[in-house]
């Protein structure tokens, strides 16, 4: 239930086009909720047949001209109704962790190199998120809603700088004699 969601919340802060929310979503949302091009213009149209969205009036009819989205406000009172409810944390599915408990009966071949592959990946994206704090979150931007978006971050530099610190841990200790 929470793609649209994150659809209604991206076109709040910004009417957009599918396409415009796609971009969108790479470069913010997607870091915590992604969602593919198609599962994107799928539920704009859920939504607007909701009528928590609407087509903003085109300027002339021009073939091929995208179509861009508002909040109805209906869409406004079922986010701000879905962001008010509590919910409970979902329990951790990680395949990583689930590969390394297998390999605890059927033996490490492959495990140490993907390791080092997973503290790669999670060492560029703590830099990532890094250099977003920096560049976005100067010191004095302490409006409500500019703190609520550098927790957001805050909890991926977190989670980034855990995965980095724990598999760091765990290659040391598996590669010791």
């Known amino acids: 239930m929470s793609l649209p969601h994150a659809i ?20 913010s949302i997607g870091y915590f909720w992604s969602a ?12 607007e047949r909701d009528g928590a969205i609407r087509a903003l009036p ?15 406000p209906a869409g406004r009172e ?12 979902k329990p ?12 605890a009966v059927v033996g490490t071949a492959g495990v140490q190199e993907d ?4 503290l790669a ?9 890094e250099e977003i704090e920096k560049r976005d979150f100067p010191p004095g931007k ?5 703190r609520l978006r550098h927790v957001v971050l805050r909890a991926g530099i977190d989670l980034e700088t855990f995965w980095t610190q724990w598999l760091t841990r765990t290659i040391e200790e598996l590669e010791a004699p």
Do not use: M, N
């Not at 085109?58 to 508002?70: A, D, I, L, S």
């Not at 951790?92 to 297998?102: G, K, S, V």
């Open 92 to 103: 951790l599915r990680d395949t990583l962790l689930l590969r390394l408990r297998a390999a």
């Open 8 to 27: 209604l919340t991206a076109l709040l802060e910004k009417p957009s086009s599918g396409l415009e929310l796609t971009r969108r979503f790479d470069k």
């Open 142 to 146: 302490d409006a409500v809603e500019d």
């Open 115 to 118: 390791l080092h592959r997973h």
């Open 78 to 89: 079922e986010l701000a109704h879905w962001t008010a409810a509590s919910q409970d944390p």
């Open 58 to 72: 085109r300027q002339g009819v021009t073939r091929g001209q995208k179509k861009e989205y508002e909040v109805l």
């Open 121 to 129: 990946l999670h060492q560029r994206q703590l830099a990532e998120y």
């Open 36 to 47: 593919t091009h198609q599962q994107i213009y799928r539920e704009l149209g859920k939504l």
